[in-house]
Structures are given as structure tokens and as C-alpha cells.
């Protein structure tokens, strides 16, 4: 059963305007969201994250939203560069709960190509 | 990915070959993981480690075996592989419970 999940494996936006990826969680106990960006032949870097305190948060051309009563997340991206294509990973963790171990379950990934 | 260093970057292994993964951080964090990644999965956490001597299975440890005898290095060991195992292995490491993991750049290993 998959807690985390993120439904378009890919999506495609043009330079300068505005990419959304979305995710869902099914796990009303997790309180800890992060973003991943992934380059092919790289590791998993981290971009932004938000408490479940918070519906919103905002790093430069970087937001995550946070609707929990949809159990629902999206990271937006304005304006859309070139650079931004790469696979985006949501995760989520139950930081409240879990302890010192901390947790992370991650989505399937959305592979973001920006066209120039 | 500064601080986290994995090694080999590539392995082909036999059925039934053994070996080890090695994840050495510098970052002196508390707290290392072991995931692997397979297409259209995510990354599934294997083991994780707490401190110094400490280990804990995660979602899919089965096959798998770790130690963590210093505290920069965090070893993945695979006993007997298997076809199953061929996959993208990542470790990372945190500091506090409240900060973001930090990624290692990877290991590709296929078993033929």
C-alpha cells in the first residue's frame, strides 16, 4: 500500500512559466514533508520542505503547499528553467511519531522537462 | 554529493557472489539510511542506523545485512545475491531528527 504517492510520472512545461507537481498521502500521521530533485547518475538533493504546521512555504522560485484536510501537497516552480528538469521526489514523514528515526517515505517520482 | 561518499559507483555481481557497500559521511550525523531504488518504485529504505553500533531494519531488509562499527561509515552487505537485487543503491545521512537527508551519489549494481 502506497502512503505516498504521486500520480503523473511526467510532466512538460515551457521556459518561464509555471511547473506544478502534485502528491497525496493516505497517512494522516505524517507531519514532516520534503521535496526532492533528482539529476540522472546523482543522488536525491533536497530543495524545500514544509511542517504540517504550515500550509505554506516559499524558498526563491520555490513553494510547497500544503492542503492537510485533502492529505495534499504540490510544489510550484516560477519561472520554469531548463535547469529545473529533473525527476522530483515527494516524501513524508511521521516526525511527531516515529521518534530519533525519522523516517522517509517517498513517492514513485515526476520527471519535469522544461522546453526552451 | 559533498560529505556523502559511496563506493563502488558500479558492480556486476554473479547469483550467489557476496559483497559490500560502503557509505562514508563527514559531516559527523548521527543518523544514516540505506535505500535502494528501482524504476517507478521510489526509494525504498533497506536498514537505517541511529549512532555508533546501532542498526534497524526498514521497509525491505530481507537479503540484506549492515554494520556500523564507526561512526562515518554505515556498510550494506550482501550475503547471497540475487537477480532481485539489481537496483540503484543511495545512502544518506541526517543530523537531527527535523533535517532533510543527505544523499550520496549512488551505486548501480546489476546480478546477472
Known amino acids: 500500500d502506497q502512503q505516498v504517492k504521486q500520480n503523473s510520472p511526467s510532466l512538460s512545461v515551457q521556459e518561464g512559466r509555471i511547473s506544478i507537481l502534485n502528491c497525496d498521502y493516505t497517512?494522516?500521521?505524517?507531519?514532516?514533508f520534503l521535496w526532492y530533485k533528482k539529476y540522472p547518475a546523482e543522488g536525491p538533493t533536497f530543495l524545500i520542505s514544509i511542517s504540517s504546521i504550515k500550509d505554506k512555504n516559499e524558498d526563491g522560485r520555490f513553494t510547497v503547499f500544503l492542503n492537510k484536510s485533502a492529505k495534499h501537497l504540490s510544489l510550484h516552480i516560477v519561472p520554469s528553467q531548463p535547469g529545473d528538469s529533473a525527476v522530483y521526489f515527494c516524501a513524508a514523514s511521521a516526525l511527531g511519531y516515529g521518534g530519533a528515526t525519522n523516517k522517509l517515505i517517498f513517492g514513485t517520482g515526476t520527471l519535469l522537462a522544461v522546453q526552451p | 554529493n559533498a560529505g556523502v561518499t559511496q563506493t563502488p559507483k558500479f558492480r556486476v555481481l554473479k547469483t550467489g557472489q557476496s559483497m559490500t557497500l560502503l557509505c562514508a559521511q563527514d559531516?559527523?550525523?548521527?543518523?544514516m539510511y540505506w535505500y535502494r531504488q528501482d524504476p517507478g518504485m521510489g526509494l525504498r529504505l533497506i536498514h537505517y542506523s541511529v549512532g555508533e553500533g546501532t542498526t534497524a531494519k526498514g521497509e525491505v531488509p530481507d537479503g540484506y545485512n549492515v554494520s556500523r562499527l564507526k561512526k562515518q561509515n554505515f556498510l550494506l552487505g550482501l550475503e547471497s545475491a540475487a537477480p532481485s537485487q539489481t537496483s540503484v543503491y543511495f545512502c544518506a545521512t541526517r543530523r537531527q531528527s527535523n533535517q532533510p537527508q543527505h544523499f550520496g551519489d549512488g551505486t548501480r549494481l546489476s546480478i546477472l
Open positions: 559531516m559527523n550525523h548521527e543518523y
Open positions: 497517512n494522516s500521521m505524517f507531519d514532516y
